[in-house]
């Protein structure tokens, strides 16, 4: 890792930060989320800034960029694209849909069905979709910023588990600090704001450190300290499902990704520790309950865990 790609890193946080003020963990998830080639579930009330956070990040970027906005009456071929028929070369032409992006905010996404919210599956797992039987690939790289409000359940359809498995890290926003409200307040961020953004950092640069990442070096005695951790999710009292093995490989990368953004080749206990609630909660199938929430029962399992499992010295 040189110095030259800690300085890129830092210059796409403090980018970020511009419009978004007094958050600068979730700012730092959020890298972790794109340089490990992982999706994000923002999971917030209304106004706290999860649309304006995907907007800043993906303006930072010189990259493709589309939102989907998830309404109720939407169509897997809204998201996907369709064939049509053209006359003139007398052959079906496959007409690309907005998830073709390297960004894509999939704005309010419980409001759709589970048919269209489907649609967007293979495209997370598999980097392509496949329409009328062919497939076509992603661009690279490809992330879903994905937003939903966790306390409106009205008109609105729940993520299945197989799909927030998919999702790399959940991450909640919360209330500004007054401090950060008051700048907020008197600078009146808006959409215009971000638009006003310059990109700091290029597709081949994003591409780069991504590789950097996979290259982190993390010793055995980490590997079976983020084991122990899975398997205690699976083992602890009054969960249905616990993490699986594509949960335990996000925490994995995520770790790597965390390091590299402090400026460092190898991963320590606090990076798993500072990346495993983001990665785990939202994963985590309780029984008799459907909270994801920092409050509900999956975070308290993953806290207990993070206390007593001994941490490698």
């Known amino acids: 890792m040189t110095s030259e790609t800690v300085q890129k890193i830092r210059r796409l946080h403090e980018n970020v930060e511009k419009v978004f003020y007094g958050k600068p963990d979730t700012v730092r998830l959020l890298l972790v989320a794109l340089f490990g080639n992982g999706h994000v579930l923002l999971e917030d009330v209304p106004g706290v800034g999860k649309t304006l956070l995907a907007r800043a990040l993906a303006r930072s970027v010189n990259c493709l960029f589309q939102r989907i906005q998830f309404t109720a009456d939407m169509l897997p071929a809204d998201v996907t694209g369709v064939s049509v028929y053209d006359q003139d070369a007398r052959r079906f032409v496959f007409k690309p849909g907005p998830i073709f992006a390297n960004i894509v905010l999939a704005d309010e996404i419980n409001r759709t069905s589970p048919r269209t919210q489907s649609s967007l599956l293979e495209g997370m797992n598999e980097f392509q979709v496949?329409?009328?039987?062919?497939?076509?690939?992603?661009?690279?790289?490809f992330i879903v910023l994905a937003t939903q409000n966790p306390h409106e359940y009205e008109g609105t359809y729940p993520l299945p588990e197989s799909e927030l498995d998919r999702f790399f890290l959940r991450l909640t926003i919360g209330y500004p600090a007054r401090e950060d409200e008051r700048r907020i307040l008197k600078d009146f961020v808006t959409t215009f704001s971000v638009d006003a953004l310059e990109p700091v950092m290029t597709v081949q640069e994003v591409l780069a450190v991504q590789e950097e990442v996979a290259r982190v070096r993390v010793d055995d005695i980490l590997v079976d300290y983020m084991l122990t951790l899975v398997e205690g999710t699976r083992q602890a009292a009054g969960v249905d499902v616990g993490i699986s093995p594509r949960g335990g490989l996000a925490l994995y990368r995520a770790a790597q990704a965390l390091a590299l953004i402090a400026g460092r080749d190898y991963v320590l206990p606090d990076d798993i520790k500072s990346v495993c609630p983001p990665v785990f909660i939202h994963r985590l199938v309780i029984r008799g309950s459907r909270d994801h929430s920092d409050?509900?029962?999956?975070?308290?399992?993953?806290?207990?865990?993070?206390?007593?499992?001994?941490v490698p010295i």
């Open 295 to 310: 409050g509900g029962a999956s975070g308290q399992i993953v806290e207990e865990l993070l206390k007593t499992v001994p």
């Open 130 to 141: 496949s329409v009328d039987g062919v497939s076509h690939p992603l661009p690279k790289p």
